[in-house]
């Protein structure tokens, strides 16, 4: 039993910032990758972005310069720090780790940015 808790999200205003953070239930060093993914209305869902074991770490053209995933191991949680929000930026934001074969999703918490 693994479990993932997304939370942080919330209403902003264009351009501000919000901080998610997702708790795991056991070390994150269990996990090959942990990342972040969002699925905006009518929309499938998208990486956002994800960050290795070793600590690499990857972005989507469209949160370059803006998104910054980062991870405290002695807490067991992955944050994603989300600045210059834009109302495109608004979805429901998951959490996912996976380790082949396992992969697992967070609840999801809603981010929405108003104009």
């Known amino acids: 039993q693994v479990q993932l808790v997304e939370s942080g999200g919330g209403l902003v205003q264009a351009g501000g910032s919000l901080r998610l953070s997702c708790a795991a239930s056991?070390?994150?060093?269990?996990?090959?990758?942990m990342g972040w993914y969002r699925q905006a209305p009518g929309k499938q869902r998208e990486l956002v972005t994800t960050?290795?074991?070793?600590?690499?770490?990857n972005y989507a053209d469209s949160v370059k310069g803006r998104f910054t995933i980062s991870r405290d191991n002695a807490k067991n949680t992955v944050y994603l720090q989300m600045n210059s929000l834009k109302p495109e930026d608004t979805a429901v934001y998951y959490c996912?780790?996976?380790?082949?074969?396992?992969?697992?999703w967070g609840q999801g918490t809603q981010v929405t940015v108003s104009s």
């Open positions: 960050i290795s074991r070793e600590g690499s770490t």
């Open positions: 056991r070390t994150i060093f269990s996990f090959n990758n």
């Open positions: 996912n780790a996976n380790s082949w074969p396992s992969n697992y």
